[in-house]
């Protein structure tokens, strides 16, 4: 017997298998599945976008049960864990998540695929009821108000820039400017600004004579406070 005999029969008698019945494999894909319909329900109703993807929350239950059969199978077999690791490293995803709760979901997921195909469904359920309660309460926890988007078109002179400083200061607790074109006397001004009357605002600077357009725009950027 070769020395990559001896090693390959030393690796292998090293990690011992595991015999699984019908009933586990029945009861681990049950419980992941309880589990993933569960943050199926938790995403529709924690989720504030404006698009909901149904079939992104349905690929969160899918997650959760195609990795508990994976972590079945691996520990059926070291030799097909092997395997299975390297057919897997091929596997290159496309998609880009944008929205940083789809990832925590989307890792939630995973991790109860992994803990129930583990046999550990107590920590899964653990892991469910602490993380709901986790982003439910940060998720109503009151921040800074978002700052809106302020778009000005007027004539470029002396007296309407004053004008619209002076208005844009009285109703703002800060502002920042974007950006400022000018083109055939014509200028078109963007602001960042922190508003708190937003009808006054508009109101006062579509009263100005040489203002001819008033846009106040929200987005979902960083929470100024």
């Known amino acids: 017997m070769s020395f990559s005999d001896i090693f390959k029969k030393s690796f292998l008698e090293g990690y011992s298998t595991i015999e699984l019945g019908t009933k586990a494999i029945l009861v681990a894909l049950c419980s992941s599945l309880v589990l993933g319909i569960y943050i199926f329900f938790c995403y529709r109703i924690l ?5 909901y993807s149904k079939n ?4 969160l239950v899918c997650m959760s049960l195609i990795t508990t059969a994976i972590i079945l199978t691996i520990q059926s077999s070291v030799v097909v864990s092997l395997g299975m690791v390297g057919a897997l490293s091929i596997v290159r995803f496309r998609t880009a ?10 890792y939630w997921a995973i ?7 583990a046999g550990m469904t107590e920590i899964a359920v653990i892991l469910s009821a602490v993380v709901t309660v986790a982003v439910f309460i940060l998720s109503r926890i009151p921040l800074g108000r978002a700052p809106m988007i302020l778009v000005i078109n007027a004539a470029n002179d002396k007296e309407t820039n004053k004008a619209i400083r002076g208005i844009v200061k009285k109703y703002s ?4 400017e974007k950006s400022r074109n000018i083109s055939g006397g014509q200028l078109n001004l963007v ?3 922190a508003v708190r009357d937003d009808a006054g605002l508009t109101g006062e600077l579509s009263s100005v004579k040489n203002i001819h357009s008033v846009s106040l725009l929200s987005h979902d950027g960083e929470v100024t406070f």
């Open 191 to 193: 602001m960042e600004v």
């Open 173 to 176: 607790r800060f502002t920042t």
């Open 111 to 117: 991790s109860i695929g992994i803990i129930c195909g």
């Open 56 to 59: 992104f929350n349905i690929s």
């Open 47 to 51: 989720t504030r976008r404006t698009f």
């Open 97 to 106: 998540i944008k929205e940083p709760m789809d990832l925590v979901f989307l």
